[in-house]
Nanobody, 114 residues
Framework: QVQLVESGGGLVQAGGSLRLSCAAS????????MGWYRQAPGKQRELVAQ???????NYADSVKGRFTISRDNAKNTVYLEMNSLKPEDTAVYYC????????WGQGTQVTVSS
């Protein structure tokens, strides 16, 4: 099993920044990919960004150039730096790991006011 603990959500004005963190514990060997998804009210959960064990990343088109995902393997932690936030970024953000099994965090609310 992998346990994920997220932090860093909150309320911010449009144009502002937030940094999300997700610390993994447990069976870390199971993890190949760490990433962030988000789900806005009435919408499906969508991939925001992910980073693989080798360091390669990919992003949703809607966040390219504004969000940066990074990973500290020594701390088993993945970060999402979110800049130039827009009201449409408002959602619950979920940390997710994939590999031998898929694991989800509890979610953290990000609200961007206009």
């Amino acid at each position: 099993q992998v346990q994920l603990v997220e932090s860093g959500g909150g309320l911010v004005q449009a144009g502002g920044s937030l940094r999300l963190s997700c610390a993994a514990s447990g069976s870390i060997f199971r993890i190949n990919v760490m990433g962030w998804y988000r789900q806005a009210p009435g919408k499906q959960r969508e991939l925001v960004a992910q980073v693989r064990n080798g360091g390669s990343t990919n992003y949703a088109d809607s966040v390219k150039g504004r969000f940066t995902i990074s990973r500290d393997n020594a701390k088993n932690t993945v970060y999402l730096e979110m800049n130039s936030l827009k009201p449409e970024d408002t959602a619950v953000y979920y940390c997710c790991t994939r590999g031998i099994g898929t694991y989800w965090g509890q979610g953290t609310q990000v609200t961007v006011s206009s």
